[in-house]
């Protein structure tokens, strides 16, 4: 990333900051302090090659100073807009604040990894994970919809996208006023997405798309969903493409419900229907019949960059525990001074922090090495979004009475975190993907 861009992401964050609200507390990113090089042992050269390939040209990694100042900008940025009022009334009536589309785009969060040609600020995954981290620790639900719309749609584009496809769709993705989401899961494939159902028949100029999806983050919002069909359902995972649905233009398209959810209440979740929706030929992304690898590579960037969402309620968790708990006396003593709660609150603490580490040593190794590791990608969110579920059960024991009733936010964080454990593959699943690369890994001495 250039200084230049830097510069520009950071002007566009505060221009139209008015405000200053008290600082969050807030204890430092991690990623000064690992050694990406000690986590991720050598690659080949093809690997790093194909590794490289995944940020824009000319892409320079942030400065750890640069990724300390864009951090200050997105809290500013959520001081201002994402209060906790704005935090709970999304909560409370599962309903996305429409505006914040808008306001992310103003604040230039909505292209972080995309060509600056296209309105992005090209700066890499370390800085789509702080940004991640900050909006989460505001709001769980605000931050899943951002990730769904940010690394889900447009980063998909970024890294499949032809150029013409980028400058169609991107400048209005990146500035808020179109939504993005991504469509694979189906009610009867979550886990086994690659047994999907939804079919895309060649037809004059384009092809014909069949079929429901689940879940959809964005769903009943999107305006451009990355939809995944078959195209040659004998041919297993080699028979599946991308293709890009232009909501508003597509008849036959519609978003049947949206969901009822126990968490990530406000980030919109729906089950669409695709009824004979035409979708032209230039609107494929990617190669024909090579959606599968549309859709592994973009899982292990999916999986790094949302496993920055149970550190933002992690620190969530940490921000309502600690004032709470020197605050509150019993006994006539705050009860932080009492060894059993000084004993979670340590523990909230170290997680969160182990699970920082690890998540952005992952993501410095993409920057500034070129090398994703499948495993680490896995196990960075596989290990932050156990541990976030675990804090937030703290912090309602840490608030004792008061973490049980909505007026304070810990159950909502406890609801949200645990939607981490199964969206973008479970934790039953992220083992078996961690487990699979050690077989790989492993399979010569087998033999
Ligand atoms: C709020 C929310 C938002 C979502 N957003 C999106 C989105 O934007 N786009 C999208 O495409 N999808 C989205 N999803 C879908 C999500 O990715 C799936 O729910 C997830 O992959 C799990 O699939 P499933 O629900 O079918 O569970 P299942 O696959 O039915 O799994 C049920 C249980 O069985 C376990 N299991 C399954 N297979 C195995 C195995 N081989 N070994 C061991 N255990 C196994 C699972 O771990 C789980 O515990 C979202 C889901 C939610 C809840």
């Known amino acids: 990333m250039s200084t230049c861009t830097l510069s520009r992401a950071l002007a566009r964050a505060t221009t139209t900051t008015t405000t200053r609200a008290i600082p969050r507390r807030q204890f430092g990113p991690a990623s000064t302090s690992v050694s990406s090089r000690a986590a991720a042992p050598a690659l080949s050269q093809q690997q790093r090659r194909h590794a490289s390939s995944k940020h824009p ?31 709970s009334t999304t909560d409370k009536s599962n309903s996305f604040p429409a505006d914040m589309w808008a306001k992310m785009g103003d604040a230039g969060l909505l292209g972080i990894t995309a060509d600056e040609d296209v309105g992005g600020l090209a700066m890499g995954y370390q800085a789509h994970c702080v940004v991640m981290e900050e909006l989460s620790r505001a709001s769980g639900s605000i931050a899943l919809s951002y990730a769904a719309h940010s690394q889900l749609c447009v980063n998909q584009l970024q890294l499949n996208g032809s150029p013409a496809q980028k400058a169609k769709y991107m400048p209005d993705l990146i500035a808020g006023t179109k939504v993005g989401a991504l469509a694979m899961s189906e009610s009867g494939s979550g886990s086994d997405v690659v047994s999907m159902r939804t ?5 004059d100029g384009g092809y014909l798309l069949n ?45 049947l419900r949206k ?11 729906g089950e669409l229907v695709f009824e004979d929706v035409f979708v032209p030929q230039e609107n494929i992304l990617g190669a024909f019949n090579g959606g599968v690898r549309v859709l592994m590579e973009g ?15 992690m620190q969530a968790s940490l921000d309502v525990a600690l004032p709470y708990a020197h605050g509150r006396k019993q006994f006539g003593t705050p009860i932080a001074h009492f060894q059993l709660l000084q004993g979670k609150l340590a523990d909230m603490y170290t ?89 790989k890994e492993y399979a010569h001495t087998s033999n």
């Open 57 to 87: 040209k000319g892409f320079e990694p942030p400065s750890p100073d640069d990724l300390a100042e864009l951090r200050e900008r997105v809290q500013e940025f959520t001081r201002r807009e994402l209060t906790e009022e704005v935090a």
């Open 299 to 313: 899982l292990d960037l999916e999986r790094l960059v949302l496993s920055a969402g149970p550190l933002g309620l």
């Open 211 to 255: 079929g429901s999806k689940m879940w959809i983050t964005n769903g009943p919002d999107a305006d451009l969903v990355v939809v995944y069909a078959k195209t040659a359902p004998d041919a297993g995972a080699k028979g599946i493409t991308a293709f890009l649905v232009d909501t508003r233009n597509s008849p036959g398209f519609a978003c």
């Open 259 to 269: 969901l009822d959810k126990m968490g990530m209440r406000g980030s919109n979740t």
């Open 351 to 439: 997680k969160l922090q182990a699970s920082r580490a690890y998540t952005y040593a992952t993501a410095r190794a993409v920057d500034e090495q070129g090398i994703i590791r499948t495993q680490d990608c896995a196990g960075a969110i596989l290990y932050a979004a156990e541990r976030a579920t675990e804090c937030a059960l703290d912090c309602i024991q840490v608030l004792g009475g008061m973490g049980y009733v909505e007026e304070m936010p810990a159950s909502r964080i406890m609801r949200d975190a645990k939607l981490y454990e199964i969206g973008a593959g479970t934790s039953e699943v992220r083992r078996m993907v961690i487990g699979r690369a050690f077989n």
């Open 199 to 203: 079919r895309a028949t060649a037809v």
